[in-house]
Each structure stands twice: as structure tokens, then as C-alpha cells.
């Protein structure tokens, strides 16, 4: 435990073993990509918006390039940054930090997972340069033309493997290979090296939400690579899996895309919750509302997770019984989630509010998330979702689960645990401008989809000139409004970076504990040591004891104050 | 997994170490990938009625891959025994025979196999002859490269032991490694029913 020395630069930035670093590592490379999946996002809107626009760089769209790009957005923004940011990077930072422990299980695996996952950004990158572009399947891939774009059957393994559909499925295969190790350094980390003392219920919310979305991870993935590999072989070896003609099936692919799809819903959105769950109390200084039964329900939540995914494959032509199923146990896992929105509402009832930049990420999350999770509800109804299939009312909907899950969970947790990160503080006043900024492009972004979705308008047209009744006057004001809203999504996130400069040049020292929190990771240094902690501390009581009668003298009472 | 030594756990005692407890979710994992291979084999067989495998493709050997079936179960039991022998704590020879037996026993069983695909190869099924071939290939490759993993594992961890003198170390390598073995063998009669038996009585 105390043996740790000091390190030279590569092995202490680079090759790093050490949680901290490779959640830095991770969240970076997940920016990265962030800023990536949001150009592209402008690019394909503004075609929408102003058809046959010239966009720099990338000319004028074709259809071919449209799809390219929605493809990759797709992608990009789930596996290369939600995952990363909110489960590698969080994951890393926080799990062995709050249960006290000096490093992951595994130090060297989880350098590896960071170095595969690296593996896997290029080999994304580099399917976008192979012979005939990317891929342009949308992301989920559905055979058959996932099975058959720029494949030539008479060509040899090689030619049919460089090309982007090939490339693709092995940059998410191999992603996958790297959140695995990661996900079993997560699980084996917070079961056997928690502090002394620390029971089950005595772990922080958050933790427990990014094992169970770790676990939901796990079981969920093994599908979708079976469902890969049989993919990559129809490329490859010119096998007949999907292909009707010779007695394959294109329908199952989307059973096994799926079944690991939609759990992958939880994996983001659990950690976020959680994040929610860990920052409001300490903003409102009060207990968390029913913390066992968040915790219950969240596991509820992560088993129902595995029995609703044919919900996206109700116009695919399965059996209405099998529709009425999916239905049901869809609806059903609105229920944990709704008993935790509403749990972290009354956390706030009678409580003094702090609104620090960190709370109102939190609070952003829990109401934007509110308008994703209602409407979750409706497409979840299959007589309902048959109208609205493939519409902009299902892309409003995602995205207002996602954007609040990945960008205000995410940001929530960045800006709480960055003065433990790094021990500076971040601007509050550009803080809160980032996240207004952030509010008002979201919503105008995604708000408005949701009329042009009801309406009829279909999400895989990249112009709609030759649709009259879907060139009115009011749709195509909706467009532009949403382009616009996506482009002040992007550029709010320039004040994030201008805030991380200012606080790098001359960010004011944060102490040990700023917001005066509970959890355990506030007892070590700000920034931590290699190592963490300069004592292994031991744990006396929950982690959500705030403004307790029986503690004299402060509103807070440390997880690992006797 | 356990080219990584255990951690020390700081403070506090553990009811597996975390080497034993990342094999289980790792092959935990691994049985879903299995399941989800599986399933869309029954599925599409069931598609296919009457004709599965179809008529011009020749018969899987079900007699000489339950003889091979045999020689992996048989392994199984080698493993099991160097696990009994290590946890005894008995003179480091033995633990090292069982093991090479395993060793052997595994290899045997990815030779065999790989004798076989040649057979069926030649006589006409490949893996684009029937979906029924491109799943049998994809089914039984995927265990094989497993057990063809194992058997290097194996390797890995004898050499790893001759090297080591701490015995927690030891009795560490070969509880992980056993964990592996045995998803190894215990799968393999669940694939031979399902793959070879079950289709050919149509």
C-alpha cells in the first residue's frame, strides 16, 4: 500500500496504470470524439435545414454521405463517447476512490482496456478512408444491407475486409473487448476492496448504479457479438446468416442487435442517475429520499432491462403477442426509473438549495430527462410506436434521454469531481453560462422534432423536396430552428473548454473537500496521490448523512469520521 | 487474467480472490456469447424444416466426436485432480503431471477436431455450402479457438508454476485457470447435442 514511488513521465501519463490517469485518458479521447460526433451532426442538419448547402470541408451532401455521416454520429456518440465518458471514465475515476481503496484490482488490465479502446477509435477512423467510405447503415446495422454494402462476393477475404462495413464491426468489437476488461475491473474492484466497514448499503448511489450498469454490460454484449461475428462472416466469407435467399434470417440480427441495444440504454443512463443521486444531496443538504429503495429499484430496473428489446422491432414483422409482451415490460421499467426522478425530487423538498454549477447539471438531468422518459412511455406502446416508427418524434425522444444521460450527467459529474481531480476549481460564472447554453440548444434542438415527428416526417431522408406535404412552411421552420439549436449545443461547449483553460491557468485551489461532502473520496488529497489515500480509511456510516441532529458543529458528517 | 497478480486487498478478507472472481464474470460473459450463437441456431434450424443439415450435405461424424467428447471430459477430471492436488498442497510433480495430462488431453481434442473440419471440408460441406454449415463452423471454431486458447493457457500457467515458489500464487494460477478449463468442457457436451445429435435425427 505505501510503497508507491515516484513515477517517470510515461509511465505516469502515458502508460499509466493508475485509475486516475486512465479515466483522464479515457474522458479525453472520449471529447475528442464528442466534438467529432457533433460536427457531423451539424453537417447532416444542415443539409436538412438548407438542402444542397455547401458544409467546409465535407462539400455538398449526397445521399450516400448523409447516411454516412448519421451512421457514424450514431456510433460515435454511443460507444465512443457515452461509454467512455460515462462509464470508463467515471468508472475509473470514482469507484476506487469513494469505496477507498488505493487502485483498481487489476492495474494492468485496465491499462490495457484504455490502450484496446484507443485500438478501436482508430480502426472507426480509419472506415471512414477505406475503399467506397464508411459505413452508411445507420448504426444499428441491420443486414441486409449491412451484410452487402461495397462487398463484392467474387472478391477475395482481404478486398471485402477493407472496406468501411468490415472495419466498422471490428472497431466495435474491439471497443467491446475493452469496456469488458474494464467492466470486470469495476465489479471485482468494489466487491472485494472496499474500506473497512464499508457494507453493501454504505456504498455511494453512483457506485452501485456503474456495477449494475457494468453487469447489464456484461450480460448483454455476448449477444451482439455473436450477432457481429455471424455479420462480418456474410462480409467476409461470403456466408448466407442474413441472407434469406440461401435460408439466413435478417431478422435475427436485429434480436441480437438489440437484446445487447437496448440494455445499452441502461448502461448510460444508470451511471447518470447516479450522478444525480451522489450531487443533489450535497447541494441540498439533506439525506438522499429512500437511498435503499433507489438502490432497489435500480436493480430491479437492471433485470427488467433484459426482457423489453423487441419494443424496437414492432413494425419488423414479429408476432403481435410477442408485440403485446415487449409492450407491457416496457412500460413496466418506466416505474424504477420514475420512483428515482421522484426520489431525487423530494430530496429537494424543504432543503436549502445551493445552485452551484454541479447541482444544476444535476437538476438539468433530472428535468430534461423527465420529457425523454415520458415519451419513452408512448413509444413503448406498440399501437402507438407503429405511427410513429422511424420518425423524428422517436429521434426527439433518444435524444432527449441520451443528451441529458451522456452531456448533463456527464458534465454534472465533471464539474463536481474536478476540483478533486486536479485540485483547482472551475469558473462558476462560466460554469452556469455553459449550462444555459446548453439548456436552450438541446431544447431547441430537440423540441421541436417532436411535431414534425407527429406529423409524418421520416428520419432517413436527406432531402425532402420531392415530399410536398412535408415541405410546409412550419416544417421547414422547425428545421431550421433545430439546426440551429444543434448548433448552439455545439458551440456552448467552447465555454466548457474556455473554462477548463481559465482554471488550468489560474484556477482558484480547491481544498480537500469543497462542497463539503460525505463520501470517501473527499477524505483524500485533492489532487490524490499515486495510491490515493495516505491511510487506508475505514468507514463509519452512509454515505448521505447531512444535517443530522446528532452531529455537533457542521451540516455534514464524513463516511470515514469516526 | 491472471498474467496479472492479485492486487493485495488492503483491508479487508474476501470470500474469492479477485483473480477467481474476474474469471467468473469473464466466462459469465462468455456463455452469453455462446447463448446468443446457440439461439440463432435453433432458430434458424427450426426455419428450415425437414431440411437440416440439408440433404446434399454429408453427415457430421457423431461417433468419432463422441469418442473426442471423451478425451475432454477426461481432461475435465485431469484438472480437477491438479486442482485437489494444489489445494492438498502435495509434492509440486504431481500437480504438474495432472496438468500436462490435461494439457495433452486438451490438445489431443483441438487435433482431432481439426482432422475432422478437413474431412468435412473435403467431402463438400463449407462454410458457405448452407447456412447449416456456416453455423456449424462458426459454432464449433468458436469453441475451438477456445480450448485452443485454454491449451495455451495451460502452457502459460505449468511454466508459470515451475518459475514460482510462493504457494498462494500457485494455488492462485490454477483456481483461475480451472475456472476456464471447466467452461471449456462443460460446454462442449451442450455444443455436441445441440450441433451434432439433435439436427441429424431429422
Known amino acids: 500500500m505505501s510503497e508507491h514511488h515516484e513515477q517517470s513521465f510515461l509511465s505516469k501519463y502515458v502508460f499509466s496504470t493508475d485509475h486516475k490517469y486512465i479515466a483522464r485518458q479515457y474522458f479525453l479521447t472520449g471529447v475528442v470524439f464528442a466534438f467529432i460526433g457533433g460536427l457531423f451532426a451539424i453537417a447532416f442538419r444542415s443539409q436538412l435545414a438548407w438542402p444542397g448547402t455547401n458544409i467546409p470541408i465535407i462539400g455538398v451532401l449526397d445521399g450516400m454521405k448523409y447516411n454516412m455521416l448519421v451512421t457514424n454520429h450514431g456510433l460515435i456518440m454511443i460507444f465512443w463517447v457515452a461509454m467512455p465518458i460515462l462509464l470508463a471514465a467515471l468508472g475509473n475515476f470514482v469507484i476506487p476512490l469513494m469505496i477507498g481503496a488505493d487502485d483498481m484490482a487489476f492495474p494492468l488490465l485496465n491499462m490495457l482496456s484504455y490502450w484496446i479502446f484507443l485500438v478501436s477509435g482508430v480502426l472507426l477512423v480509419a472506415s471512414w478512408l477505406m475503399p467506397g467510405g464508411g459505413a452508411a447503415t445507420a448504426w444499428t446495422m441491420y443486414p441486409p444491407l449491412s451484410a452487402t454494402q461495397n462487398v463484392d462476393p467474387d472478391a477475395g477475404l482481404i478486398v471485402n475486409l477493407l472496406t468501411g462495413g468490415s472495419i466498422l464491426i471490428l472497431a466495435v468489437a474491439v471497443e467491446f473487448a475493452s469496456m469488458l476488461l474494464g467492466g470486470i475491473n469495476f465489479v471485482v474492484t468494489t466487491i472485494n476492496m472496499r474500506a473497512k466497514g464499508m457494507k453493501l448499503m454504505d456504498v455511494p448511489v453512483v457506485v452501485w448504479m456503474l456495477i449494475l450498469a457494468t453487469v447489464d454490460f456484461m450480460f448483454s454484449v455476448g449477444p451482439l457479438i455473436a450477432g457481429a461475428v455471424m455479420l462480418l462472416f456474410d462480409r467476409i466469407f461470403n456466408t448466407g446468416f442474413y441472407d434469406p435467399a440461401r435460408g439466413g434470417d435478417p431478422i435475427l440480427f436485429q434480436h441480437l442487435f438489440w437484446f445487447f441495444g437496448h440494455p445499452e440504454v441502461y448502461v448510460i443512463l444508470l451511471p447518470a442517475i447516479g450522478v444525480a443521486s451522489e450531487i443533489i444531496p450535497v447541494f441540498s443538504r439533506k439525506p438522499l429520499f429512500a437511498a435503499r429503495w433507489q438502490i432497489i429499484m435500480a436493480v430491479s430496473s437492471a433485470f427488467i432491462a433484459f426482457i423489453v428489446w423487441a419494443h424496437h422491432q414492432f413494425v419488423a414483422g414479429i408476432d403481435p403477442r410477442m408485440a403485446e409482451f415487449f409492450s407491457v415490460a416496457t412500460i413496466i421499467i418506466s416505474i424504477p426509473f420514475t420512483f428515482i426522478m421522484f426520489a431525487n425530487i423530494a430530496t429537494l423538498f424543504n432543503s436549502q438549495i445551493e445552485l452551484k454549477t454541479p447541482m444544476l447539471w444535476a437538476l438539468g438531468f433530472v428535468f430534461m430527462f423527465l420529457i425523454g422518459g415520458v415519451t419513452g412511455i408512448y413509444c413503448g406502446s406498440a399501437g402507438f410506436d407503429m405511427y410513429i416508427h422511424d420518425s423524428y418524434f422517436v429521434v426527439a425522444h433518444f435524444h432527449y434521454t441520451l443528451i441529458p444521460a451522456t452531456f448533463f450527467g456527464g458534465f454534472a459529474a465533471f464539474y463536481f469531481w474536478f476540483p478533486k481531480s486536479t485540485g483547482k476549481m472551475l469558473g462558476e460564472g462560466l460554469g452556469k453560462l455553459h449550462f444555459w447554453f446548453t439548456v436552450i440548444g438541446i431544447n431547441m434542438f430537440s423540441f421541436p422534432l417532436f411535431f414534425s415527428g407527429l406529423y409524418g416526417e421520416h428520419r432517413r431522408i436527406f432531402n425532402y423536396a420531392a415530399y410536398q406535404p412535408m415541405m410546409a412552411d412550419w416544417i421547414i421552420n422547425i428545421r431550421h430552428i433545430s439546426t440551429i439549436g444543434a448548433m448552439i449545443l455545439g458551440a456552448a461547449q467552447l465555454i466548457f473548454v474556455l473554462n477548463l483553460i481559465i482554471s488550468a491557468m489560474s484556477g482558484e485551489k480547491a481544498g480537500k473537500n469543497p462542497w463539503k461532502s460525505n463520501t470517501l473520496e473527499w477524505a483524500a488529497e485533492s489532487p490524490p496521490p499515486h495510491g490515493n489515500f495516505a491511510t487506508p480509511p475505514a468507514c463509519y456510516r452512509g454515505p448521505y448523512e447531512y444535517s443530522n441532529p446528532k452531529k455537533s458543529g457542521s451540516d455534514f458528517w464524513p463516511q470515514s469520521e469516526q | ?202
Do not use: C
Open chain 2, 1 to 202: 487474467m491472471t498474467s496479472i497478480t492479485d492486487k493485495k486487498t488492503a483491508n479487508r478478507s474476501t470470500v474469492l480472490t479477485n483473480g477467481t472472481l474476474g474469471m467468473i464474470l469473464f466466462v459469465a460473459t462468455e456463455v452469453m456469447f455462446f447463448s446468443g450463437l446457440i439461439s440463432s441456431f435453433i432458430i434458424n434450424g427450426s426455419d428450415n424444416v425437414g431440411a437440416w443439415p440439408p440433404k446434399w450435405q454429408p453427415r457430421l461424424p457423431v461417433v468419432n466426436t463422441a469418442l473426442n467428447t471423451l478425451l475432454l471430459l477426461a481432461s475435465g477430471v485431469t484438472m480437477y485432480l491438479a486442482v485437489r492436488n494444489i489445494n492438498k498442497d502435495k509434492e509440486q510433480g504431481k500437480i504438474s503431471r495432472n496438468l500436462i495430462l490435461t494439457m495433452i488431453l486438451g490438445g489431443s481434442f483441438v487435433a482431432i477436431q481439426g482432422v475432422e473440419w478437413i474431412n468435412l471440408l473435403q467431402a463438400g460441406m463449407t462454410s458457405t455450402s448452407s447456412v447449416f454449415g456456416a453455423f456449424f463452423y462458426t459454432i464449433i471454431g468458436a469453441h475451438g479457438f477456445h480450448a485452443l486458447m485454454g491449451v495455451l493457457y495451460l502452457v502459460y500457467v505449468s511454466t508459470k508454476i515451475i518459475k514460482t515458489t510462493e504457494y498462494k500464487v500457485k494455488k492462485n494460477l490454477i483456481h483461475v485457470l480451472s475456472i476456464y478449463w471447466y467452461f471449456v468442457v462443460l460446454l462442449w457436451p451442450v455444443l455436441y447435442v445441440l450441433v451434432y445429435i439433435l439436427p441429424s435425427k431429422n
